[in-house]
C-alpha cells in the first residue's frame, strides 16, 4: 500500500505561503510534485544541480511541480545562502527553507539529495535516490544506468503503477535525521 502524505491543497497553499514559496494558480493545479531536499553544504547535493535543472526544464512544462526544500534547524537564518546557492547552480526551481526540519521530519528525509515524488491526492509513489549515480558515499558511477526518480514520473504521468517505488539514497546525513536514532 502506497503512502498517504496528508496535506489538503488549501493547507499547502497555507505552508508554500509561510515559507515564501512563489506559486501561480497553474502549479496549485499540477498533477505531481516533486521535493528535493538539498543541501547547500552536500558536495552530492552540489553535484546533482545539472539533473535538477534538466528535470525541472522537462517536467516542468508536462505538469510536474519541483520543489527545493533545504533542511535547517532554525537557529539561523539560511535564505542568503539558499539564494547564494541557487545563484551559483543556476537553479530558478522554488525552494522552500525548511525551519526546525518541519518538512524533513514529516517525510522522514534522512539524506541530501533525497527525493519525493507526490500524486495530487498526496501519495507518495516514489521516494529515495534521484538515479543510481552514486552507490555509496564517495563512489559513483561514470555512467548512470537507472533513472529512478524520472522513470518514476514517466510511469505517473502514464497513469502506470510505479515500477520501483523506493531506492535507497546516498548522500550527506540530515541533522534531525540523526538526532531520531
Known amino acids: 500500500m502506497q503512502k498517504r502524505f496528508s496535506i489538503q491543497s488549501t493547507l499547502v497553499i497555507a505552508l508554500l505561503m509561510l515559507f515564501n514559496f512563489l506559486f501561480s494558480q497553474e502549479n496549485i493545479n499540477k498533477q505531481l510534485t516533486v521535493y528535493f531536499f538539498i543541501a547547500t553544504s552536500c558536495p552530492i547535493s552540489q553535484q546533482y544541480t545539472k539533473e535538477i ?66 500524486s495530487s491526492s498526496g501519495d507518495i509513489l516514489y521516494h529515495g535516490a534521484i538515479d543510481d549515480w552514486y552507490y555509496q558515499l564517495g563512489k559513483n558511477r561514470i555512467n548512470i544506468t537507472e533513472h529512478y ?25 540530515i541533522e534531525a535525521a540523526q538526532k531520531k536514532r
Not at 532554525?74 to 547564494?84: L, M, N, P, Q, V
Not at 524533513?104 to 519525493?116: D, L, R, S, Y
Not at 524520472?150 to 546516498?170: H, R, S, V
Open 53 to 118: 535543472i534538466r528535470l525541472q526544464d522537462i517536467y516542468g512544462k508536462k505538469g510536474v511541480m519541483i520543489n527545493l526544500v533545504f533542511p535547517n534547524d532554525g537557529k539561523k537564518s539560511i535564505k542568503k545562502k539558499i539564494k547564494e546557492f541557487n545563484t551559483t547552480y543556476g537553479l530558478t526551481t522554488p525552494f522552500i527553507d525548511d525551519k526546525q526540519f518541519k518538512l524533513t521530519k514529516q517525510f522522514n528525509a534522512t539524506v541530501t539529495p533525497e527525493v519525493f515524488l507526490l
Open 149 to 173: 526518480l524520472e522513470d518514476a514520473m514517466l510511469e505517473a504521468l502514464q497513469e502506470k503503477a510505479i515500477t520501483k517505488p523506493y531506492a535507497e539514497p546516498i548522500g550527506c546525513f
